[in-house]
């Protein structure tokens, strides 16, 4: 059976749905002519029911000056929760652009995380002008939050919680829930946090719980007590590596006294694995994590010239070990040809095992405690793999060059570049943790410049031996 209706698309929805994405560049032109000729009723019709996220992504698509005047167009209907879905490069030219006062009109109905990272943003003046337009409560709360370490649990947490005292009964609760102002409540909530008249935190009550416990019974006799919890101070990537470990979808926030000061959600945890994860991929390519593609063309030839520079000298480095042996290369051109296999197929090895370490030591699977083992076992991979490839290599080399010689020669240098790239793939990470550098920025140019020096040095000196006693 089908049902015929008269339902239409909107003009503004058909924009939208013409491309793969639900924001596309078409319904960003659309919108930034609206923009243009200062039409703010045609702004409310294409932008005014658009989701938080894809506001966002909008955002990303218009132009420098269009920005900011989509912000002043839309007016009080400007959701400023899309200023957390864009890059750091975005928000920073939309915050630059805005007036105070419409900063601080954004600001009022912001969870205290989205307000906090919005605030970090400002120069110190605008920061402290902002926090003086704001009620005195609000204010106090945002300035304990800035008063944490960057990148820590406290700049993250979400200051609005529930919390009741261990004497409430689940009936109580509830009550309670529905006689509150919803704007005392936060947006989303999984738990309610049980504390002493001093707040310190003494255990959690999940809802389903709450729901299912009996009215009188206290929260005291339904809590969990052995809550897992993160301390204000920590950094926000050991607490998502306790989500993680714990399955956790929420976690109390508590200061040097065990008080509670805030809650940590599940989609705040999400977008910092998600930024770390790629500031690992950015690192090891050895481009600036902070890096964007909306970024100042000149900032990122800056930010991208030092490391390439370093690549530079670790490959003067490596030249000068081929000129060590220029005679040899001079008298069979054979070697000069190999020579990039060997330590071609050495850095690989090498990738493959600094990705691994990198990444294990990103998540602490790697430490103290098993790294002899870790390096035991990818040196034996390195010889396996260098056994195989040497056979193969060997034989082809031989028979490529018709030279029988060039085939232990080739299977040796083979087997020593990847033992030698398994060894340093792993080491190195190892070593620049130690010394407290980011592995995944510092190992790159060592572990290359080892792997070609290694590799060239090891096949053209068992050639020159093989063919001197030969």
């Known amino acids: 059976m089908t049902f015929d209706h008269d339902d239409k698309a909107t003009p503004a929805e058909e924009l939208r749905e013409e491309d793969a994405g639900p924001i596309g560049q078409e319904f960003a032109l659309e919108v930034e002519g609206a923009i243009a000729l200062g ?65 601080i009109e954004g600001m009022r109905d912001l969870e205290s995380d989205d307000a906090v990272a919005i605030l970090e943003t400002l120069e110190p003046a605008e920061q402290a002008e902002v926090l003086e337009a704001l009620p005195a409560q609000e204010r106090v709360v945002l300035r304990r939050s800035l008063d944490y370490p960057e990148d820590s649990a406290g700049r993250l947490m979400q200051t609005t919680l529930v919390a009741a005292p261990p004497f409430w009964t689940a009936g109580r609760v509830l009550d309670f829930f529905r006689e509150t102002d919803g704007e005392s409540l936060p947006d989303s909530f999984f738990e309610v946090f049980v504390v002493d008249p001093g707040y310190h935190l003494l255990g959690t009550v999940f809802l389903d719980a709450l729901v299912r416990a ?106 000068s070990v081929l000129k060590t042996f220029q005679a040899q290369l001079e008298q069979m051109v054979a070697l000069a040809v190999l020579g990039p296999m060997v330590a071609g197929q050495g850095g690989s090895s090498a990738t493959q095992t600094m990705t691994v370490a990198v990444r294990s030591l990103a998540t602490r699977e790697l430490n103290r405690g098993n790294a002899l083992k870790i390096i035991f076992r990818e040196l034996a991979i390195g010889a396996v793999n260098g056994a195989a490839f040497g056979l193969v290599t060997g034989t082809v080399a031989a028979s490529w060059f018709h030279n029988v010689g060039l085939g232990p020669v080739m299977a040796l240098a083979m087997f020593t570049n990847l033992v030698c790239g398994a060894f340093g793939g792993v080491v190195v990470p190892l070593v620049c943790d130690r010394l407290k550098f980011d592995p995944a920025v510092s190992s790159g140019p060592f572990v290359t410049t080892i792997t070609d020096v290694v590799g060239y040095s090891s096949f053209l000196t068992i050639a020159s031996l093989w063919f001197h006693l030969n």
């Open 214 to 319: 009996k009215p009188l019974a206290r929260l005291d006799e339904i809590m969990q007590a052995d809550r897992r919890r993160v301390k204000a101070t920590e950094d926000a990537a050991e607490a998502a590596r306790l989500f993680e470990r714990y399955n956790l979808v929420s976690a109390p926030v508590v200061d040097e006294s065990e008080r509670l000061v805030g809650v940590l959600t599940i989609d705040d945890i999400v977008d910092v694995i998600q930024e770390q994860a790629s500031d690992e991929i950015l690192a090891l390519g050895g481009v600036n994590p902070e890096e964007e593609l909306t970024d100042n063309f000149w900032w990122i030839v800056r930010s991208r010239f030092t490391w390439l520079f370093i690549y530079m000298l670790a490959a003067f480095v490596t030249s």
């Open 39 to 103: 039409d703010a009723t045609r702004v409310h019709e294409l932008v005014g029911g658009l989701h938080e996220a894809d506001l966002g992504a909008l955002l990303e698509l218009l132009s420098h000056d269009a920005r900011p005047r989509l912000v002043e167009l839309m007016g009080a209907d400007f959701d400023f929760t899309a200023l957390m879905e864009v890059g750091d490069a975005t928000r920073e030219d939309i915050l630059e652009e805005l007036p105070v006062e419409t900063l």
